[in-house]
């Protein structure tokens, strides 16, 4: 891939993990159900056999190519990111090729990814490198955080994921699996709390580049294996140590967990609105954009919410565009 190509922390998984007792953290341990070098070595021995063969964590995807999918990733699953990731750094290989064009080519390029105001913030994110940074993904945990649309989720990931540093990653696989394996219980809560950012503090290895490995092996884990609602733990390395399953498996007990519905709400209409928008590659009248739901109302409130994140520009009284 281009330019701003570095090994990244997880090529092909490495072999085996280091033998117990070579890599403890300082910090304190969370009571687990085993030593925690044992555990690192059992979660990365895991991953070095089990890690789906993903572009980006090829040893030749570059920075870019790791925060690209790092956007792309945050909210939908792989399968539906990977042709959108290839298609997206084919015609985009580094970030000055993306911030040279408008930012309403982006959100024609995320397609059906869902959440779109992420292209915006990634064709921001590439402006921002392109012209503060030299053109070049930082590698400084602060300076990504600077850049536009970048939290503190995907700070480390890029950090880790593409330099090898040592960071706390938190997606929710991640504290999913934390949740169970350590904590007991069968579901995070819905924030991510304080508590459970020291218990993954805790269970980093201490040198950079496992805990880099460590960071993505765990979320691997619970994309495959601790899934949300049917996790295999007859398939899982920590079946015999994990807190929840030693339990009996309890019932989640907390608040109402979000549902994921989608049918009838606003999200559905601007995304029919913006498909609209995406596939004329031209200005498009309201006319063709009142076609795509009954509801006035709902429809008018919808693309009001567009205009206002940006995703949609009005032209003139009835004629609107993705944003140049
Ligand atoms: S044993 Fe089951 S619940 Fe525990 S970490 Fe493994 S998959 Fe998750």
Not at 195 to 201: H, M, V
């Amino acid at each position: 891939m281009a330019a701003n190509t570095v090994t990244p922390a997880f090529p092909a998984p490495a072999g085996p993990a280091a033998p117990p007792g070579a890599d403890a953290p300082a910090e304190a341990a969370p009571k687990l159900g085993l030593p925690l070098p044992v555990l690192h070595a059992t979660v990365l021995d895991w991953y070095a056999a089990n890690a789906r063969d993903l572009p980006w964590r090829t040893p030749d995807a570059s920075p870019w190519a790791v925060m690209v999918s790092e956007f792309m990733l945050q909210q939908t699953p792989v399968k539906r990111v990977l042709p959108v990731w290839e298609t997206w750094m084919e015609r985009w290989p580094t970030p000055a090729d993306l911030a040279a064009e408008a930012p309403g080519e982006a959100v024609r390029m995320w397609g059906r990814l869902g959440y779109p105001r992420r292209a915006l913030r990634l064709h921001g994110a590439a402006v921002a490198i392109t012209e503060k940074h030299g053109g070049e993904v930082p590698e400084d945990h602060a300076t990504l955080l600077s850049l536009p649309g970048v939290g503190e989720y995907t700070a480390a990931a890029v950090a880790s994921f593409a330099f090898g540093q040592r960071h706390v990653v938190l997606d929710t696989n991640v504290r999913r699996v934390f949740a169970r394996a350590v904590t007991g219980a069968e579901y995070p809560a819905q924030a991510t709390t304080a508590a459970e950012r020291r218990t993954a503090t805790a269970l980093l290895p201490a040198a950079d580049r496992t805990a880099a490995t460590w960071a993505v092996a765990v979320m691997e884990l619970g994309a495959l294996v601790c899934t949300a609602r049917g996790p295999e733990c007859g398939d899982c390395p920590l079946f015999t140590s994990c807190a929840w399953q030693r339990a009996g498996r309890p019932p989640y007990e907390g608040p109402a967990r979000r549902g994921q519905t989608y049918e009838g709400t606003d999200r559905q209409v601007r995304g029919k609105l913006l498909a609209v928008l995406r596939e004329a590659h031209d200005e498009v009248p309201q006319a063709r954009l009142d076609a795509v739901w009954p509801d006035a109302v709902q429809r008018a409130r919808a693309l009001d919410g567009l205009v206002a994140d940006g995703l949609v520009e009005p032209v003139e009284q009835g004629v609107y565009r993705l944003p140049r």
